[in-house]
């Protein structure tokens, strides 16, 4: 008759099976972990995460995943890591002197606690960056973070609140600044254009009258000296009188009709310029003249 094993022997050999079913247990857990590690690193990595994505290809390519797992693990985060943006924030006080208590979030997380110099890693797109200091106004900047874009320098220009230029970032960083109301021009300055056209149609009438004159004086004495022989040259000093005369009253002509229009029609509409411009074209023994303008 084949002798009973005791109850202490069963007990024995149960925990030595227990024990040996232990490190598979583990090494099965292990892997699974490692196998989750390397799905949502590459996950992460699609969305842009690359921060997220980078501590996921760690973890996977530790000593205890299988040799296949590390060996991929390895060489998405040597990718991941040369993909990740780097900056270098710094700041300014209002007289342009580098400052390093200065608080900065990104998109509202915290990024840096202080201004120490050394570049900080962010995940690439559009991002908006607050620098605070105790005391001062708050700056927003808003940048784009570019993969691969290393050691890029960031810099603010903080104030104190209600200082000139308080809460301005970087050029093209502050906000609009809103809309001026456009003062009436002054009686004085309203006076300015007919004043300035006036005189230009007075200059004009002189110029008119001496050329005239001048041209009408030089044709007497042809008249009276070579005529119908006279040298060409002659002739043609007198038609060039003639022509400037004609230039010079198309011009007085259209001066006036812009001064008189302007001081007409100037409270047309309160509060805007009047502008006026005059053409003189030149033709065979005269001139036209156009005057043209917003009143």
């Not at 209600?162 to 009686?187: K, L, V």
């Not at 007919?194 to 007497?220: E, F, K, N, Q, T």
């Not at 006036?256 to 100037?266: D, N």
Request: proline fraction near 7%; aromatic fraction near 2%.
């Amino acid at each position: 008759m084949t002798p009973r094993p005791s109850p202490r022997f069963l007990v024995a050999a149960a925990l030595s099976a227990l024990a040996c079913l232990q490190p598979a247990r583990a090494r099965a857990g292990d892997a699974e972990a490692c196998f989750t590690a390397s799905e949502e690193g590459q996950r992460l990595r699609d969305e842009g995460r690359l921060r997220e994505a980078r501590a996921r290809f760690i973890a996977c390519g530790g000593a205890g995943c299988p040799d296949l797992v590390q060996s991929d693990c390895a060489g998405w985060l040597s990718d991941v890591t040369a993909r990740v943006p780097t900056l270098i924030l710094s700041a300014q006080d209002e007289q342009g002197r580098d400052v390093a208590d200065v608080r900065v979030t990104i998109d509202g997380a915290p990024l840096a606690a202080r201004l120490d110099g050394k570049a900080v890693e962010v995940d690439p797109g559009e991002h908006v960056l607050r620098f605070e200091r105790a005391g001062g106004a708050p700056v927003e900047l808003r940048v784009v973070a570019r993969e691969g874009e290393k050691l890029r320098r960031v810099s603010a220009r903080l104030a104190r609140p209600g200082a000139p230029g308080a809460g301005a970032g970087a050029p093209g960083a502050g906000a609009i600044p809103p809309r001026e109301d456009r003062a009436a021009p002054s009686p004085a300055s309203a006076l300015v254009l007919p004043i300035a056209l006036g005189g230009v149609a007075a200059g004009s009438g002189v110029a008119y009258a001496a050329l005239g004159l001048s041209a009408r004086a030089d044709a007497d004495r042809l008249r009276a000296t070579c005529a119908p022989r006279c040298a060409e040259a002659d002739v043609d000093a007198v038609r060039v009188k003639i022509v400037g005369a004609n230039i010079a009253f198309g011009v007085g002509v259209a001066a006036l009709g812009g001064a008189v229009a302007v001081l007409v029609l100037r409270g047309a509409e309160p509060g805007a310029p009047a502008a006026a411009a005059m053409h003189v074209v030149p033709l065979p023994g005269g001139a036209a003249a156009a005057l043209g303008g917003r009143f």
